[in-house]
């Protein structure tokens, strides 16, 4: 294993999520911010948080130890970012502070160290106007909570280098982590997507046709349901595209614009590929592996209901006082 040197600038929640995964991966890392009792204090409260990880289960039972020896705050960015192979920018979401930010990192990091940002929105081309060596630079979007969201979107902009992606992958790979790559493009993926859906959610509100807590029941006991198994494509293959072609039509009656029957899905639909009921979707699952994809899913439905029942309620509503008794 590559032993890496890791630098993360902006020692908040995120960036002491992220320095959290990465050094029980291995790393070393300094953390740092605007000033180092910042970072300091920092640091303390991810040794503290890490403490009740591990009495909770959440973490291994050596993880204060091992963070401990993997992570020391730096008595500034300079400091942090003077050796490190990879620095990750997790400063405010504010393209400004970005940018500030990571001009002092580049200015500072070795000429071949690769720099990410940890942006959630930002166009990564915008912000590599502020680095030096813009091939080196691409977006790397942890999301919150940083140590148990096991995805990480790889946003590389027009001229980043294809070897500072394939070593931005090893380290999350290291972590246990899964990257996907996505073009630069604003909201990228992950929140594009999780902002429309928030959006018709309100809309619904608005109209009076569902309140905010039961729509929220519908999206986790329904489609929400099958998501940490299935994307919405492999969602819409096994459906049936036929069938997506047909809701569509009946949507457009209220909403002909806003549910227009997506170019993609019409033309799968006129060639007769309709997703693993005949062999040929968005996915091109085999139609002779139907079979087996329908009991993988329904044992996995199954383990997904067993385990929240484990769970139980969030706790979200308060407690009623005959429940309290």
């Known amino acids: ?110 000429p071949d160290a690769i720099i990410g940002s940890n942006t959630s929105t930002i166009l990564i081309g915008s912000l590599s106007t502020a680095v030096h060596g813009t091939g080196r630079f691409l977006g790397v979007h942890f999301s919150n909570p940083a140590p148990f969201i096991p995805g990480v979107e790889l946003i590389p902009h027009a001229g980043t280098d294809e070897a500072a992606i394939a070593v931005v992958e090893e380290i999350v790979a ?39 807590e039961d729509i929220d029941t519908i999206v986790r006991t329904t489609f929400g349901f099958r998501l940490p198994v299935f994307g919405p494509f492999a969602i819409a293959d096994m459906a049936g595209l036929d069938v997506y072609s047909f809701c569509y039509a009946s949507l457009q009656t209220r909403w002909p614009e806003r549910f227009a029957t997506p170019a993609s899905l019409k033309e799968l639909v006129d060639a007769g590929k309709f997703g693993t009921k005949s062999g040929a979707g968005y996915l091109d699952v085999a139609a002779d592996r139907t079979a087996e994809l329908v009991a993988y899913r329904n044992r996995a439905y199954v383990a997904i209901k067993k385990l929240m029942d484990e769970l139980g309620p969030a706790p979200i509503h308060p407690v009623s006082a005959g429940a309290a008794k």
């Open 174 to 212: 290291a972590t246990g982590k899964e990257t996907a790559r996505v073009t630069d493009s604003t909201g990228f993926v992950l929140n594009r997507l999780q902002y429309a859906l928030f959006h018709e959610a309100t809309q619904i509100v608005e109209e009076g046709i569902a309140t905010p």
């Open 1 to 110: 294993m590559i032993h890496r040197r890791i630098a993360i600038v902006g020692s908040g929640y995120m960036g002491g999520g992220i320095a959290q995964v990465l050094a029980l991966s291995g790393a070393t890392v300094r953390l740092a911010d605007i000033s180092e009792d910042i970072a300091r204090k920092n640091y303390d409260r991810l040794i503290d948080e890490t403490k009740q990880f591990v009495a909770d289960g959440l973490f291994p039972a050596d993880a204060v130890e091992r963070i401990r020896a993997n992570v020391s705050p730096a008595a500034s960015i300079e400091e942090a970012v003077a050796d490190a192979d990879f620095i990750e920018e997790a400063v405010p979401e504010k393209i400004e502070i970005k940018r500030e930010t990571l001009a002092r990192i580049s200015a500072s990091a070795r």
